[in-house]
């Protein structure tokens, strides 16, 4: 049983465009989630996170927006651009500092 | 900068043998966790540690152990190796829920095959 689910395997946008990654959950239980992106053969880098006290927090281009009443979070990118295309993950934090990770979403970001 | 390292990027083993892989931080964090990463199923967690000595299970901790002897190095021990765990093995570590810090922060992964 999935906690963590992202159901687009992949996303392509136009350079200059919103990226927009989605990621449900079905544990009311998380307090804390966070946004990874990972390169081929390298490990997954830390984006930006939300707390579960909060609906919205943004660095730079990145914005994280959670709806609790939905169990929805989403990961707002703009302007994308080339150096963005790669694997996003979503994951969850349960009352453990384990994390509960998402398949994961390619975005693809095209010229 | 946080740094964890991962003792070989690739590996090539043989049905049977025995595998070490090693996971070392340099940020004195308290916890460490071991990932496979495979294709359509993310990042799932073999085992973790939150302490010297101290581990606990994953969600897929079968054919595998750990070992934490010392705070900033943290093994993963296939027993006796087998195709089906052929992966990306991530390691990772962070700070414990007091320190207020929640991010995990990964190793370049050792990418196994085993034969």
């Known amino acids: 049983d999935q906690q963590v689910k992202q159901n687009s395997p992949s996303l392509s946008v136009q350079e200059g465009r919103i990226s927009i990654l989605n990621c449900d959950y079905t544990?009311?239980?998380?307090?804390?989630f966070l946004w990874y992106k990972k390169y081929p053969a390298e490990g997954p880098t830390f984006l930006i996170s939300?707390?579960?006290?909060?609906d919205k927090n943004e660095d730079g281009r990145f914005t994280v927006f959670l709806n609790k009443s939905a169990k929805h979070l989403s990961l707002h990118i703009v302007p994308s651009q080339p150096g963005d295309s790669a694997v996003y993950f979503c994951a969850a934090r349960e009352y453990t500092d384990k994390l509960i990770f998402g398949t994961g979403t390619r975005l693809q970001v095209f010229p | 900068d946080v740094k964890v390292t991962q003792s070989s990027r690739y590996l090539v083993k043989r049905t049977g043998e025995k595998v070490f892989l090693e996971c070392v931080q340099d940020?004195?964090?308290?916890?460490m966790f071991w990932y496979r990463q495979d294709p359509g199923l993310g990042l799932r967690l073999i085992y973790f540690s939150y302490d010297v000595k101290m581990k606990e299970k994953g969600d897929i901790p079968e054919g595998y152990s750990v070992s934490r002897e010392k705070k900033e190095r943290f093994s993963l021990i296939l027993e006796s190796a087998s195709t089906n765990q052929t992966s990306m093995y991530l390691c990772?570590?962070?700070?414990?829920?007091?320190?207020?810090?929640?991010?995990?922060?990964f190793g370049p992964g050792t990418r196994l095959t085993v034969l």
């Open positions: 990772a570590s962070s700070y414990g829920r007091r320190e207020g810090r929640n991010e995990q922060f």
């Open positions: 940020m004195d964090h308290e916890n």
């Open positions: 544990n009311s239980m998380f307090d804390y």
């Open positions: 939300i707390s579960s006290i909060k």
